[in-house]
């Protein structure tokens, strides 16, 4: 096939960029290269273009995204030189198109096929690559990208006996060009991921018997293969360049609409509805967005899960097998759903098996077939569908050799570490397209390959025009994106699966969530404006010349940044440009919208006496017998707004959390009472639950007083004047981004001036609200100022976008001074507020979760008499 390519006759051994694989990226990368004046030389392991489409020839191979999207949409006459015949194009039609794109752009005489690339390594004296390959020749290059691809390495046969089978064995992923003929044979085959979901169904029409053995049942839906669908055809036709800029900014890489419909919250009309349009259109990130919420709440998700469960059931006749079809070990999306083709349907065929390896797994294969802890099983033929190496297995199959002698795979023992998923510290002039870090294996590849490629070439064109001739990222950025990598995981239900997303289906790999999650459209914005930024995280030089922009890409926390999106787009009105009343009338409107907060077990409404009249309080009991520790709070709001029910979610959580009573107690607010009124309150609120707790439900002398913001203010106001009044005793303050200093002359207040919701404006319009200039000084407006010895432990939470940050941080290290037990907790990535946002921001949990930990454990401990 390679024939026509001309294999390496028109190579150097030096060229500017060395490409590894001729699969999607490999050629896109090599069109953009050369139209941009770059010398590059392709290898490629295979005899031709194709990459996946090269390798992966089982019967049903098809692609899993729609073809109106799983195409190249850089060129308008490709698209129209190029017409898919059905809505999931086959592998064969697909090589096809890859052939056909080779040809148009002539990119074969710069490809060299049956080479691996089997090393690389870095000179630093004279910033070049040395690039090995199988066929015993050396390249030097500047640049050396690998596009090996994430689904390229089959996995290793890991079943004990393998070797021993003396029938036919097969791969999906290495299927004979020449094809198989399984006819009348008895055929097993192991593996129902999306390879084994494809070709069951095929392999079942020729097979005179065959077996399944399922380790892991997996979810899928029906294609509804056909021709392609007429409402993407039409918008395409309509505006392709709107469509596939649509498909550039979505979360996928394909053009959707997105709900803002929650599982939990939506009717079972709605529900039943969107699962079955999702069902009826037999596309995967149709079936994924049923729910908003349904990638990061278990709830919404078992919805979805279960109206496929319904589906399988009411498909396949036998009650067993039907069950052991259904996935029940994992959330829906967590590892890769298929789409299938008759899939389930396949066990309803009498010479059709399922084994269900979970209750009879396989002991050893043998020279016949396959014994498993029931039975023994003949075969004449073993299909292997058991997966890749995926994500780093062709670049840590490559002894690539970076700056310090140290190899890509012993960097990333542990687990890949890069900045934006393209480049890693100490491999200059490195780029590896579509790798862990990145959004790759999660979305539409023909998207995210074009984008990378688009960048990498981008960035060889910057390099050049600015006379630098080296690239590399810093420590700094890296180890930011890794952490924004993992921070956006973290608040999906991916890294619950043991799927090959978290390397767990090769033993002995690093369990790290290895995509990038964020999504195509933030990826992109990210990427963008790294260059925009002038490489940020990046380190050029020259022989004589060097820049960096150190710095981090990404430090919010990735749900924070979407809440400060949405209320950007919103442009809402600044609260310190409203009335105290407007203010108010404007955060209740608000707050009606917010999700409720958790459970408890009982919600009272009271009133306790105040020095200046009736304080409302609202308390919060744990669902379990009582009685409890009690957890007096105060709400945030400058001593402006809010009242006892305005940090409901807070206290629900708190409530949950550490199975503590909470009292939540309203006070007097500026301007209409100013300063000391909120403190004097406070005080008289102590007072009143301290000797109450017991008809509160509470056990006496157990007593924690928390609050946020300008209520941990009267936090530490009240249990100063404890200390100094002999009492009530309490065991604890939790103070949450605290107000401890008037002065608002901090670098954070500096950084964290605007944009993160508590602007340095608010908080001087609280102030003056508040309290007059003179009286600010006062401990009981400016606690920091107060004495703080004999005070109980303290557990400071302060956010790192907050322009009290550097106050609470001051207040905590003044009582460590002061010799009290100090727990300071700070938030990475949050704002003054996006702590309290309970069920919105979910990053947040992670800390109120330590809050309650530290929490309960004063609560807890045996008061010193
Ligand atoms: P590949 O296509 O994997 O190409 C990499 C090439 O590099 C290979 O040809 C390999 O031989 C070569 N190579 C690797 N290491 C070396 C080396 N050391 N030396 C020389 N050559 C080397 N994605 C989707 O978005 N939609 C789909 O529907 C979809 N369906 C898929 C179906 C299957 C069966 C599989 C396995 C994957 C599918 N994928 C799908 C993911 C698919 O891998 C990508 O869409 C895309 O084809 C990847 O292109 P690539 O060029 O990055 O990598
Ligand atoms: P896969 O999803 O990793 O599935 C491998 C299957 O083999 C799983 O069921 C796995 O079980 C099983 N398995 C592995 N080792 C086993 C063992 N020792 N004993 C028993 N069972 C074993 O691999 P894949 O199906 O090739 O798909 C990989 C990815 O390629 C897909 O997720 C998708 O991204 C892409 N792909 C797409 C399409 C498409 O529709 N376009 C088709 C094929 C592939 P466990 O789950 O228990 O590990």
């Given at each position: 096939m390679a024939a026509d390519g001309n294999n390496g006759a028109s190579a150097g051994s030096q060229v500017d960029v060395v490409v590894v694989g001729a699969g999607f990226s490999g050629l896109y990368l090599l069109h953009r290269l050369r139209a941009e004046g770059f010398s590059v030389r392709v290898f490629e392991a295979?005899?031709?273009?194709?990459?996946t489409w090269f390798w992966n020839?089982?019967?049903?191979?098809?692609?899993?995204?729609?073809t109106t999207d799983y195409?190249?949409?850089?060129?308008p006459e490709l698209e129209r030189a190029w017409t898919w015949s059905e809505k999931y194009a086959t592998q064969p039609e697909i090589l096809r198109y890859l052939q056909f794109v080779t040809d148009r752009y002539d990119l074969r005489r710069d490809i060299t096929f049956?080479?691996?690339?089997?090393g690389a390594e870095w000179d630093d004296k004279t910033g070049l690559w040395a690039v090995r390959t199988s066929t015993g020749e050396t390249v030097s290059c500047r640049y050396y990208v690998m596009?090996?691809?994430?689904?390229s390495v089959p996995k290793a046969?890991?079943?004990?006996?393998?070797?021993?089978?003396?029938g036919e064995v097969y791969f999906t992923s290495r299927w004979p060009h020449e094809g198989v003929d399984l006819t009348g044979k008895r055929v097993a085959v192991v593996g129902t991921g999306s390879s084994g979901i494809q070709s069951i169904p095929l392999i079942a029409q020729q097979a005179a018997q065959l077996t399944v053995f399922q380790r892991t049942p997996n979810f899928s839906i029906p294609?509804?293969?056909?021709?392609?669908s007429a409402d993407r055809l039409g918008r395409l036709a309509a505006d392709r360049d709107a469509y596939r800029t649509a498909g550039k900014w979505s979360r996928g890489g394909v053009p959707m609409e997105a709900t803002d419909i929650l599982g939990g919250t939506a009717s079972e009309d709605v529900r039943r509805e969107r699962f079955e349009a999702a069902w009826e259109a037999g596309e995967l990130f149709a079936i994924l967005g049923v729910f908003a919420d349904q990638g990061v709440d278990p709830a919404s998700n078992e919805i979805v899960s279960e109206m496929i469960r319904e589906k399988i059931r009411s498909i396949v006749d036998d009650p067993e097998t039907a069950e052991a079809l259904c996935p029940k070990d994992h959330y829906f999306g967590t590892k890769r759903p298929c789409l299938d083709s008759g899939y389930y349907a396949t066990?309803?065929?009498?010479h059709v098996r399922l084994v269900d390896l979970r209750s009879t797994p396989i002991t050893t294969i043998t020279e016949a077939g396959i014994d498993t802890a029931a039975e023994s099983f003949e075969f004449d033929v073993i299909v292997y569908a058991t997966g890749f190496d995926a994500m780093t297995g062709a670049l840590v199959g490559v002894d690539v050799t970076g700056r310090a002698g140290v190899t890509l795979k012993e960097k990333w023992a542990d687990g890949p570490s890069t900045y934006l998923g393209l480049t890693t510290v100490g491999f200059p002039n490195f780029f590896a397209l579509?790798?862990?870090?990145?959004?790759s294996v999660l979305s539409n590849m023909a998207v995210s390959i074009e984008q990378h490629v688009d960048w990498v070439t981008d960035c060889l064109v910057d390099l050049r025009a600015k006379g630098m001739t080296r690239i590399e990222p810093t420590p700094l950025a890296e180890d930011g994106w890794n952490q924004h990598v993992a921070d956006c995981a973290a608040?999906?239900?991916?890294?619950?699966a043991n799927s090959w997303y978290m390397g767990?289906?090769?033993?002995?790999k690093p369990r790290v969530f290895y995509p990038?999650?964020?999504g195509v459209d933030n990826y992109r914005a990210v990427c963008d404006e790294v260059r925009a930024k002038d490489y940020l995280g990046f380190r050029l030089s020259a022989p004589e010349a060097e820049q960096c922009h150190d710095g981090v890409i990404r430090r919010l926390q990735p749900d924070v940044a979407m809440v400060l999106d949405a209320m950007a787009q919103m442009e809402l009105p600044p609260l310190?440009?409203?009335s105290p009343p407007e203010a108010r009338a404007f955060m209740e409107m608000s707050n009606g919208a917010r999700p409720p907060g958790p459970d408890v077990g009982e919600v009272v409404d009271g009133v306790l006496p105040g020095p200046a009249g009736e304080l409302e309080y609202r308390l919060f009991r744990p669902g379990?017998?009582?009685p409890h520790p009690v957890v007096l709070y105060f709400h945030g709001g400058g001593w402006v707004l809010g009242d006892q029910v305005s940090d409901e979610p807070l206290c629900r959580d708190l409530c949950v959390r550490t199975e503590a009573v909470v009292v939540s107690v309203n006070y007097r607010h500026a301007?209409?009472?100013?300063?000391?009124a909120a403190a004097e309150d406070a005080w008289a609120a102590l007072q009143w639950v301290a000797a109450h707790a017991i008809e509160l439900g509470g056990i006496p002398d157990d007593l924690v007083v928390a609050g946020w913001s300008a209520g941990a203010n009267l936090v530490a106001v009240v249990t100063q004047r404890a200390r100094d009044e002999g009492g009530?005793?309490?065991r604890g303050q939790l103070m949450l981004?605290?107000?401890?200093?008037?002065?608002?002359?901090t670098r954070s207040y500096q950084e964290?001036?605007?944009?993160?919701?508590?602007?340095a404006p608010l908080m001087r319009w609280f102030w003056d609200h508040y309290c007059d200039p003179a009286q600010r000084a006062e401990p009981t407006a400016?606690?920091?100022?107060?004495?703080?010895?004999?005070l109980p432990p303290a557990i400071v939470v302060t956010a790192e976008?907050?322009?009290l940050r550097d106050e609470g941080i001051a207040y905590a290290e003044a009582l460590r001074a002061a010799g009290v037990p100090v727990e300071h907790l700070a938030a990475r990535?949050?704002?003054?507020?996006s702590l309290t946002m309970v069920g919105v921001v979910l990053s947040g949990a992670r800390v109120r979760e330590e809050i309650a930990l530290r929490l309960g454990a004063l609560l807890r401990e045996p008061v010193e008499v």
């Amino acid at each position: 096939m390679a024939a026509d390519g001309n294999n390496g006759a028109s190579a150097g051994s030096q060229v500017d960029v060395v490409v590894v694989g001729a699969g999607f990226s490999g050629l896109y990368l090599l069109h953009r290269l050369r139209a941009e004046g770059f010398s590059v030389r392709v290898f490629e392991a295979a005899s031709d273009v194709g990459g996946t489409w090269f390798w992966n020839r089982y019967p049903g191979a098809r692609c899993d995204i729609p073809t109106t999207d799983y195409t190249f949409g850089f060129d308008p006459e490709l698209e129209r030189a190029w017409t898919w015949s059905e809505k999931y194009a086959t592998q064969p039609e697909i090589l096809r198109y890859l052939q056909f794109v080779t040809d148009r752009y002539d990119l074969r005489r710069d490809i060299t096929f049956d080479a691996r690339v089997e090393g690389a390594e870095w000179d630093d004296k004279t910033g070049l690559w040395a690039v090995r390959t199988s066929t015993g020749e050396t390249v030097s290059c500047r640049y050396y990208v690998m596009a090996t691809g994430c689904l390229s390495v089959p996995k290793a046969p890991d079943i004990e006996g393998a070797p021993r089978f003396a029938g036919e064995v097969y791969f999906t992923s290495r299927w004979p060009h020449e094809g198989v003929d399984l006819t009348g044979k008895r055929v097993a085959v192991v593996g129902t991921g999306s390879s084994g979901i494809q070709s069951i169904p095929l392999i079942a029409q020729q097979a005179a018997q065959l077996t399944v053995f399922q380790r892991t049942p997996n979810f899928s839906i029906p294609a509804h293969n056909g021709p392609a669908s007429a409402d993407r055809l039409g918008r395409l036709a309509a505006d392709r360049d709107a469509y596939r800029t649509a498909g550039k900014w979505s979360r996928g890489g394909v053009p959707m609409e997105a709900t803002d419909i929650l599982g939990g919250t939506a009717s079972e009309d709605v529900r039943r509805e969107r699962f079955e349009a999702a069902w009826e259109a037999g596309e995967l990130f149709a079936i994924l967005g049923v729910f908003a919420d349904q990638g990061v709440d278990p709830a919404s998700n078992e919805i979805v899960s279960e109206m496929i469960r319904e589906k399988i059931r009411s498909i396949v006749d036998d009650p067993e097998t039907a069950e052991a079809l259904c996935p029940k070990d994992h959330y829906f999306g967590t590892k890769r759903p298929c789409l299938d083709s008759g899939y389930y349907a396949t066990f309803n065929s009498p010479h059709v098996r399922l084994v269900d390896l979970r209750s009879t797994p396989i002991t050893t294969i043998t020279e016949a077939g396959i014994d498993t802890a029931a039975e023994s099983f003949e075969f004449d033929v073993i299909v292997y569908a058991t997966g890749f190496d995926a994500m780093t297995g062709a670049l840590v199959g490559v002894d690539v050799t970076g700056r310090a002698g140290v190899t890509l795979k012993e960097k990333w023992a542990d687990g890949p570490s890069t900045y934006l998923g393209l480049t890693t510290v100490g491999f200059p002039n490195f780029f590896a397209l579509t790798g862990p870090g990145s959004p790759s294996v999660l979305s539409n590849m023909a998207v995210s390959i074009e984008q990378h490629v688009d960048w990498v070439t981008d960035c060889l064109v910057d390099l050049r025009a600015k006379g630098m001739t080296r690239i590399e990222p810093t420590p700094l950025a890296e180890d930011g994106w890794n952490q924004h990598v993992a921070d956006c995981a973290a608040i999906s239900l991916h890294p619950t699966a043991n799927s090959w997303y978290m390397g767990a289906n090769v033993p002995g790999k690093p369990r790290v969530f290895y995509p990038y999650i964020g999504g195509v459209d933030n990826y992109r914005a990210v990427c963008d404006e790294v260059r925009a930024k002038d490489y940020l995280g990046f380190r050029l030089s020259a022989p004589e010349a060097e820049q960096c922009h150190d710095g981090v890409i990404r430090r919010l926390q990735p749900d924070v940044a979407m809440v400060l999106d949405a209320m950007a787009q919103m442009e809402l009105p600044p609260l310190e440009s409203m009335s105290p009343p407007e203010a108010r009338a404007f955060m209740e409107m608000s707050n009606g919208a917010r999700p409720p907060g958790p459970d408890v077990g009982e919600v009272v409404d009271g009133v306790l006496p105040g020095p200046a009249g009736e304080l409302e309080y609202r308390l919060f009991r744990p669902g379990s017998p009582g009685p409890h520790p009690v957890v007096l709070y105060f709400h945030g709001g400058g001593w402006v707004l809010g009242d006892q029910v305005s940090d409901e979610p807070l206290c629900r959580d708190l409530c949950v959390r550490t199975e503590a009573v909470v009292v939540s107690v309203n006070y007097r607010h500026a301007p209409e009472a100013r300063y000391p009124a909120a403190a004097e309150d406070a005080w008289a609120a102590l007072q009143w639950v301290a000797a109450h707790a017991i008809e509160l439900g509470g056990i006496p002398d157990d007593l924690v007083v928390a609050g946020w913001s300008a209520g941990a203010n009267l936090v530490a106001v009240v249990t100063q004047r404890a200390r100094d009044e002999g009492g009530p005793v309490v065991r604890g303050q939790l103070m949450l981004t605290p107000v401890t200093d008037s002065a608002m002359k901090t670098r954070s207040y500096q950084e964290n001036a605007d944009g993160y919701v508590l602007t340095a404006p608010l908080m001087r319009w609280f102030w003056d609200h508040y309290c007059d200039p003179a009286q600010r000084a006062e401990p009981t407006a400016t606690p920091l100022r107060g004495r703080l010895d004999g005070l109980p432990p303290a557990i400071v939470v302060t956010a790192e976008f907050d322009p009290l940050r550097d106050e609470g941080i001051a207040y905590a290290e003044a009582l460590r001074a002061a010799g009290v037990p100090v727990e300071h907790l700070a938030a990475r990535g949050h704002t003054h507020t996006s702590l309290t946002m309970v069920g919105v921001v979910l990053s947040g949990a992670r800390v109120r979760e330590e809050i309650a930990l530290r929490l309960g454990a004063l609560l807890r401990e045996p008061v010193e008499v």
